[in-house]
């Protein structure tokens, strides 16, 4: 790690430089979070699932010095970069022996370059001037438009960082298996919070649920996270791919909500899922779901995952959040009704968007950082997530919840997996229809499962189309609404 | 809590004001620390053990507007306000009633204040306007010198706090038992950091051996604190007083390190004894003894103590902590022999010293803190400290580690606890001495104890004379090493 840093350091990087990474979960993606800081550079993990157009846009607009690719994703960078006019410093991640002189010039090679480096006795590490400049950009999942790279600060990321160890319960030397994408979030801050408490980082360049339950096994995981795709995932494992876990796991979830069902099947496995909520413009986890063991352990199971699905509170060291009314910037009456829109204040909220300053502005219109998710908060004042703001349903002059009717699909038995989104419709302006994922050997009933539906939502919430297919997914694992409206017109 | 800090506010308290304190570790003490600084004015809690002449002296230089007092500690405070040029507003801490209108005035009363203050709701709270304005004011323990004001800022408490969370291992709802002083180091910031983990307070007048194992089974106490002589008493306790552990209970203890022997005996009872150290002026932890399980849990039980009896590393949240040598300024080599001085910078080191610019100038010299302790660097990093520059005796040209001594003192069957300081000689300089407390129905045997010195440290070492007797130490807990030296010449 020390050696990382002064790879990047030695060899031109001065301060304020972007340093492009495209890579996955390999160590090398994880050095970089140090080796570049420390040589006051800007760090910029690139999500690799990007098609050649979008990284090609992402590069022209970010326009590292450096770029450091991983042997997998070097044809498709290559492509990307014929149209960036000016391209940056390649270097390789390779996962064999470096390339020899003859062939390649050494310095093009992520471990030469290291083994190239002076100690760490004679490193001199560059601090920040100031703890409020920039420290990586990160880019938006792209669920609702091109990704847009968001400015986090040493301050913020730091803070963060403590924020992700203590809403996560660390103690010292926890095992960390990398679900994650670094590229999200600089792995929602983790790769900065694991040395803090001695951590070990399980990192691998690809995961399933068999590889995540032999990791567990393995390496003696304690920690891991992911968005509902993967509790998803892990919860409907075949016999085959499980194994019994050797202790309780903590698994942190963020994103959407996770459907009550699958809470249920991981907890009764032994991993404790956290719900958390945040966005890439909160450096990850902004709200977290504080578990009430007094109140609420005695409840039925299907009643706790519901408790447990909710957005919860600030974490302790997020300044304030709150939901409001975005017209009259009043805090909506707790009574776990009033649809308000979510709004934040804090150190671990984004400097600004890139190069965007119009967009900055708007973000944070009226003082408060608003992402646009619709909530409620309820009368103990935590706060239940409705809908993102583009997701919900404008219905008959209402909006619907999509995440509320996404929660009944998935208690249906046949269900592997659902997403809801609005269609347009003459009468209601728009109407609720759903893509479904079978589990394996099921046969597709719309009828049937409509049904269900109509026996536990009112008739406006009752998907009026079902699709059975795959569910299009962005990088992180995110539902990409707009290709699952595309699947439904 | 909410209506405390009302309770300062409306009565005319306002921004940099002081507020003292003379309480015991009462529920008032604890809401104090939230009540003051949301109305931005400056907490400033006061050694109860302080006689009247010191008490006197204190708040003549501190002059705070408000002095909030316990009933059991009025008669004092009264005695020493009457040579108080600007005497303070006093307001009553009673744990009876408060006092009818006709005998008092209900303005003079905490718990009346707080009646009278508004709602939470229409609380508003005053934030600081920079971070680093002051929070606090605490006391350094008078070991060596008068007790002087150390300034804490916003800031550094609330880096602090997490800190405290983190070395403590704190995760959600943890259960602290107050036997650290809140006129400590505010808690060692524990008053502020509980809050952050939604932890419970066993706040007492006072406590003894058989209280704290009481009160860790009635309430379930997960945490508590305190310096050597806690841990030596309740280690030592009867049989008749102690109880066994319904759980593992950590126990952080900080300034001397403790003797092996008494951690050793500690965890057999199902403590887990955590070794900070710090001051007054790092708001209490600095560094502290990471243990290493994979090198250290095979290893005899004694050497295992004797490596937890080190200083260790720096906190996550501290940013340098370094052995240097005064002179040179350089980093003295890791070999675990040369002896150097404690130097640190970061976030939760003090302000400065309340008017005292000097002083304030002299501790930073060299630009690092520097509070006077001597230690070596281990070969793995770990710092031991050797001794307090001022307690060290120079002895023959060398200076001779006065816990080293005291190590071997307190591995005799029969001493309960032990202090050792340098007594004047004419050909050495100074020479090793030692006050002894014997454990019960035990004889003193100067010779015997001599002997058994003499067994186990090299000649220049083994104290020249034992007095037995109570071993005199600062309301804090602390040696009172100057009372020591009295007692042996």
């Known amino acids: 790690m020390s050696q990382a840093r002064h790879g990047s350091h030695s060899d031109g990087c001065s301060k304020d430089d972007i340093v492009g990474v495209i890579a996955p979960n390999i160590h090398a993606t994880y050095e970089m979070h140090f080796g570049v800081p420390m040589a006051q550079a800007v760090l910029c993990i690139i999500n690799h699932y990007y098609d050649v157009q979008t990284l090609s846009d992402v590069l022209t607009n970010v326009a590292p010095k450096f770029l450091f690719v991983d042997h997998q994703f070097l044809q498709l960078t290559q492509q990307a970069l014929q149209t960036v006019l000016n391209p940056p410093i390649l270097v390789h991640i390779s996962d064999r022996t470096p390339p020899q002189p003859e062939h390649e010039p050494a310095r093009a090679d992520y471990e030469s ?59 010292q030397r926890p095992t960390y298996l990398w679900t994650v994408p670094m590229f999200h979030c600089n792995g929602w801050t983790f790769c900065w919070a694991m040395p803090a408490v001695g951590g070990t980082n399980i990192c691998q360049r690809s995961f399933s649920a068999k590889s995540v339950f032999d990791d567990i096994t393995r390496h003696g995981v304690t920690h891991l996270g992911g968005p509902p795709s993967l509790l998803n995932m892990l919860a409907r494992a075949s016999e085959e791919d499980r194994k019994p876990l050797p202790h309780r796991v903590e698994m942190m979830t963020g994103g959407a909500p996770p459907p009550p069902q699958v809470v249920l099947e991981l907890e009764s496995m032994g991993f404790r899922v956290l719900h958390c909520c945040g966005c890439s413009e909160t450096y990850g986890v902004a709200t977290l779901n504080y578990w009430r063991p007094e109140e609420w352990d005695t409840l039925p199971p299907y009643e706790r995952a519901c408790l447990k699905a909710r957005h919860g509170l600030k974490h302790p060291l997020m300044e304030e959040v709150d939901v409001k009314d975005p017209m009259t910037m009043r805090s909506v009456p707790a009574d776990g009704v009033t649809i308000g829109e979510v709004m934040m204040r804090g150190n671990s909220i984004l400097l600004g968007y890139y190069k965007d300053r119009a967009k900055s502005e708007r973000a944070f219109e009226g003082g408060w950082f608003r992402h646009g998710d619709l909530a409620v908060k309820h009368p103990d004042g935590y706060i239940e997530m409705k809908d993102r703001k583009v997701d919900a349903i404008e219905s008959g002059g209402e909006y619907l919840s999509t995440v509320d009717i996404e929660k009944v699909l998935y208690s249906h038995p046949d269900v592997f997996e659902a997403a809801v989104v609005g269609v347009k419709d003459e009468e209601l302006g728009k109407v609720p229809c759903a893509v479904v994922k079978l589990k394996e050997g099921k046969v597709g009933d719309e009828e049937g499962i409509v049904g269900y539906c109509k026996e536990r939502l009112p008739e406006k919430m009752v998907p009026r189309k079902l699709v059975f297919g795959e569910i299009p997914r962005v990088g992180s694992g995110k539902l990409q609404k707009k290709m699952v409206r595309e699947m439904l017109v």
């Open 113 to 171: 370059l290291l083994r190239a480096a002076d100690s760490y006795a004679e490193f001199e590490v560059k601090y920040p001037e100031d703890e409020c400049e920039a420290i990586s950009l990160t880019f938006t999942s792209g669920t609702t438009a091109t990704p847009k790279p968001v400015v986090y600060s040493h301050r913020g990321a730091y803070l963060n960082a403590i924020a992700s160890i203590l809403v996560n319960e660390m103690i």
